[in-house]
């Protein structure tokens, strides 16, 4: 686990006549994000000079100097930084050592180079976890830059002047590189920012979860390695729910085991759900009965969990089932209470790391969490991010659940089906409305858009059009998110989408290529987590689990009886249930959300009073002053607060802090 930066020339020319001061501004680019690898350093510049390799190191798997990155391969041609955490690692090793690859010590890093000597440009395809990884192979002279499946962990890139490509793990990194910051306004009007390679800064891109970038010969492409599949909808299922059940369970038990090697030790992050709770009984089950370490714990330790609390009145706080599940576990429990003053407190510094908006406090919470583990000598936790979007966690995806029958399995009747499918898109319009955002997404249907509803759900917390000022509006025209939601989506993908898989899994695709990547995985996962030197581990994210999952029908990760209602994530339930307890296995979903309503003149309100002064806002160049102005007055009141202005609020306070922080020029100016 680390923070990486990287630098090509994309016509072989010397990186010095485009950047001064070459391994100094490296150096200066790691700073910036030490927190990410604070163990240690590492710089490497091929002869030529048009590469350079930088690495900071949190030294989790072999904490010796054979760790230390970047890493070369022993005929000194291949040279990598790695970002993250690779699996399976004795059984990878054993086959790549019995083709004849000598490796130099025992971090699992060093497997992208021995995969890559053996498989070339397909070594991606070997790889289980998550990363980011750049490569040189001065043998062919190519350059490679990779993303994990799922984008669990981040890369960015920046194309600068003259044919030189930056690339880094945060966007704060690019800074002393000569990146000048300006506002992709296109980016943020659209939703662009969060469902496609753009950023909120303009210039900045993501590489795709699932893609490489090569440049070799003077070009640079872009070409995919991996991408989620479903069945088609209209092939009946001929396993059994035993079966499907039985083989959920084996997998996910193996992910969690894979996860907890470490030559540190190994936490688990717990709240009152069944994702995470599941992880905690499934890592306190291997401990007890077959002798798994939690990294390099002693296998007398109980295993160790973490929480956070909110305030018990305010209605977010599951620090109390999780305490219980704890105690029902045997494991250790260590609790960290968020106040509104705590929430204040760390706001800025968490808007930081995160380097985008977000519409909830929730991210604040999380980062707040990530300073525990540290605090009691944990670098390493499981988290249970993942489970939602791949078992049928979300009620925005009931809709397209009951949007068309489930032929491969379900059991329900046709008329069932389409009187709960009209019920369930009236209570989200209804929803909508209640938080004051537009219910006409639903009935906004066209060729450009997609034949699924969760898109539109998408959009219930995308900044109304009304905030942005009369320049924006001018520049960038009338905007319509569903169709850059849709445009996400690849040519092979929507085919499928429109033919043959279910829309449950169409919606479930559309989430995951967008907003689980460019958002959850982002301010409720990696950033917050690594602000603090934590390395979270994704055990629901573990694509040989994922793509069976994926290949279950509709009908067994959503069940409906008339009886019960809607179960979401029947089948994880079921697969996990001696793992956990009672209470947990009959609990519905619960959102991880921070409060909304605080106490007027409290720290929160004044906080982004003075985040959200006249001046700070103008001086973003494409917000409506009035409008926001409007909005405060409904989000800061007493009683009948409107929610959906608070979070609007919310926005704009973050957009001022980035401004601040980043050195953003005013846009328009």
């Given at each position: 686990m680390c923070g990486i930066v990287a630098v090509v020339s994309v016509d072989g020319s010397s990186l010095d006549t485009q950047l001064d001061r070459l391994e100094g501004r490296l150096d200066e680019a790691l700073e910036k994000i030490e927190h990410?690898?604070?163990?240690?350093?590492?710089?490497?510049?091929?002869?030529?000079?048009?590469?350079?390799?930088?690495?900071?190191?949190l030294s989790i798997n072999d904490l010796s100097e054979t760790g230390h990155q970047p890493l070369h391969s022993p005929d000194r041609t291949v040279h990598a930084v790695v970002n993250g955490e690779l699996y399976d690692y004795d059984n990878i090793r054993l086959s790549l050592e019995a083709l004849g690859y000598t490796f130099k010590g025992h971090s699992d890093s060093e497997l992208v180079l021995a995969l890559y000597r053996q498989y070339g440009l397909?070594?991606?395809?070997?790889?289980?976890?998550?990363?980011?990884?750049?490569?040189?192979?001065?043998?062919?002279?190519?350059?490679?830059?990779?993303?994990?499946?799922?984008?669990?962990?981040?890369?960015?890139?920046?194309v600068g002047k003259d044919g030189v490509v930056m690339f880094a793990a945060e966007m704060k990194a690019l800074l002393p590189l000569g990146w000048e910051p300006e506002w992709d306004v296109g980016a943020i009007i659209d939703g662009g920012w969060g469902q496609d390679i753009r950023t909120v800064f303009k210039g900045v891109h993501k590489v795709r979860p699932g893609h490489y970038m090569v440049v070799r010969d003077g070009i640079v492409e872009t070409r995919q390695y991996w991408d989620a599949e479903y069945p088609d909808k209209r092939v009946k299922e001929t396993r059994s729910e035993e079966e499907m059940i039985k083989t959920t369970r084996d997998l996910l038990v193996d992910s969690v085991r894979q996860r907890?090697?470490?030559?540190?030790?190994?936490?688990?992050?717990?709240?009152?759900?069944?994702?995470?709770?599941?992880?905690?009984?499934?890592?306190?089950?291997?401990?007890?009965?077959?002798?798994?370490?939690?990294?390099?714990?002693?296998?007398?330790?109980?295993?160790?969990?973490?929480?956070?609390?909110?305030?018990a009145d305010s209605g977010f706080d599951e620090s109390e089932i999780s305490e219980r599940t704890a105690k029902h576990l045997g494991v250790k429990f260590l609790k960290q209470h968020m106040s509104e003053k705590d929430l204040a407190e760390d706001f800025e510094e968490a808007v930081y790391h995160i380097e985008h908006h977000n519409q909830d406090l929730n991210f604040v919470g999380k980062f707040a969490l990530s300073k525990v583990p540290r605090q009691h000598g944990y670098k390493v936790v499981l988290t249970g991010e993942g489970a939602d979007e791949h078992f049928g966690g979300y009620p925005l995806y009931l809709p397209d659940f009951l949007a068309e029958m489930d032929h491969a399995g379900g059991v329900m009747s046709e008329e069932d089906r389409a009187r709960l499918f009209?019920?369930?898109?009236?209570?989200?319009?209804?929803?909508?409305?209640?938080?004051?955002?537009?219910?006409?997404?639903?009935?906004?249907?066209?060729?450009?858009?997609?034949?699924?509803?969760?898109?539109?759900?998408?959009?219930?917390?995308?900044?109304?059009?009304?905030?942005?000022?009369?320049?924006?509006?001018?520049?960038?025209?009338?905007?319509?998110?569903?169709?850059?939601?849709?445009n996400n989506i690849d040519v092979r993908a929507r085919a499928k989408i429109e033919t043959s898989w279910h829309p449950l899994h169409s919606g479930m695709y559309v989430w995951g290529k967008g907003h689980l990547s460019n958002q959850f995985l982002s301010c409720l996962g990696d950033r917050v987590e690594m602000a603090h030197s934590v390395e979270a581990r994704t055990p629901f994210l573990d694509h040989p689990l994922t793509e069976y999952i994926n290949s279950l029908p509709p009908s067994i990760k959503i069940r409906y009886t008339p009886e019960a209602g809607f179960t979401e994530k029947y089948a994880l339930r079921?697969?996990?249930?001696?793992?956990?307890?009672?209470?947990v296995y009959k609990r519905r979903k619960h959102a991880y959300a921070a409060p909304t309503t605080y106490p007027l003149n409290g720290p929160i309100q004044s906080l982004l009073?003075?985040?959200?002064?006249?001046?700070?806002?103008?001086?973003l160049g494409f917000i409506d002053w009035e409008e926001v102005k409007r909005l405060k007055g409904l989000a800061f009141v007493e009683k009948d607060q409107d929610v959906w202005a608070w979070r609007v609020i919310?926005?704009?306070?973050?957009?001022?802090?980035?401004?601040?922080?980043?050195?953003?020029?005013?846009?328009?100016?």
């Open positions: 990410r690898g604070p163990d240690g350093r590492g710089i490497w510049v091929d002869d030529a000079r048009n590469i350079a390799l930088a690495h900071c190191r397909s070594f991606l395809s070997h790889m289980r976890g998550e990363y980011a990884v750049v490569l040189y192979d001065s043998g062919t002279r190519t350059f490679i830059a990779a993303r994990d499946r799922y984008g669990i962990k981040p890369l960015f890139y920046k907890l090697r470490a030559d540190v030790p190994v936490g688990i992050y717990l709240s009152g759900g069944i994702d995470s709770s599941a992880i905690a009984g499934i890592a306190a089950h291997l401990v007890e009965t077959q002798g798994v370490t939690m990294g390099c714990q002693d296998p007398s330790e109980r295993v160790c969990c973490f929480s956070i609390a909110f305030d009209a019920e369930k898109v009236a209570e989200a319009r209804k929803t909508y409305e209640m938080i004051g955002a537009d219910p006409t997404y639903f009935d906004k249907k066209s060729d450009r858009h997609l034949p699924i509803l969760t898109p539109s759900a998408l959009l219930a917390f995308t900044p109304p059009q009304p905030i942005f000022n009369a320049a924006a509006h001018k520049a960038f025209g009338p905007v319509d998110a569903l169709t850059t939601i849709a079921e697969a996990v249930k001696p793992f956990v307890t009672d209470e009073e003075k985040l959200i002064s006249q001046e700070r806002v103008e001086k919310l926005i704009v306070a973050e957009w001022t802090v980035l401004a601040e922080r980043f050195g953003v020029k005013t846009w328009g100016a």
